[in-house]
């Protein structure tokens, strides 16, 4: 019987690489997306929203967090109370809405694979990106906690730090910070979505049998630690 696996911000960018990419893997894959055209029409910065459309699916085998937005462009002290607490909605309280609706099914047939995305920011912190930094870096932390709380569960959770990346996300980041950011990485260019996609699906599988609360940078040599 195929795997069945849901995808946060399944219909663009990093989320819809993945979608494509567990396909080809033979799995069942499911879309949560604010947009119309995916499996589920679902906000995940609403925990309502989200139960109900978990409820829906029932038991998943491997839940993939995408979904996620840039944040205000500019340095922290111009940034809105709101437009902060939208970051962190989205980025951080949607994947942890996300886990705590899918994680207990997991538990209970004692396997489970979860793969959140994060960034480089959140490990080195990017100008003028500073709310999104730093909800990546508690996403990075969240996956930490998780690792260690399902240790002997069955149920691996994982996160992945990507440097830029060639997504429509990005295309509405500032020209200039996106220029900085691209200079930082020794390979000098962008990450491609298939890219990050292959090792999301790696970390997804059977193949991975040993590692949890880890950080798997897929930055081009830019990290540093």
Not at 79 to 84: G, I, M, Q, R, S
């Amino acid at each position: 019987m195929p795997k069945m696996a849901v995808v946060s911000g399944g219909l663009s960018g990093l989320g819809a690489a993945t979608v494509d990419r567990l396909r080809q893997d033979r799995l069942t894959v499911l879309t949560f997306d604010r947009v119309t055209g995916a499996d589920f029409k679902v906000d995940v910065a609403d925990p309502t929203e989200v139960a109900a459309a978990a409820a829906e699916v029932g038991d998943i085998d491997i839940l993939i967090n995408c979904a996620g937005i840039a944040g205000p462009n500019k340095p922290l002290w111009e940034v809105t109370d709101d437009a902060w607490a939208q970051t962190f909605a989205v980025n951080v309280t949607g994947t942890f809405n996300m886990c705590r609706a899918f994680i207990p099914g997991m538990r209970t047939r004692g396997w489970g694979r979860i793969v959140n995305l994060a960034s480089m920011a959140g490990k080195d912190g990017n100008a003028n990106l500073s709310a999104y930094s730093a909800s990546k870096a508690a996403v990075i932390a969240m996956t930490k906690s998780m690792g260690k709380e399902l240790a002997t569960s069955g149920v691996l959770v994982n996160v992945v730090a990507p440097a830029v990346i060639a997504t429509p996300m990005n295309q509405a980041t500032d020209p200039s910070v996106l220029e900085h950011i691209t200079r930082l990485i020794p390979m000098q260019r962008v990450g491609r979505a298939e890219e990050v996609a292959e090792l999301v699906a790696w970390l997804s599988s059977d193949r991975v049998s040993f590692s949890t609360g880890a950080v798997y940078d897929i930055s081009g040599g830019r990290a540093t630690y």
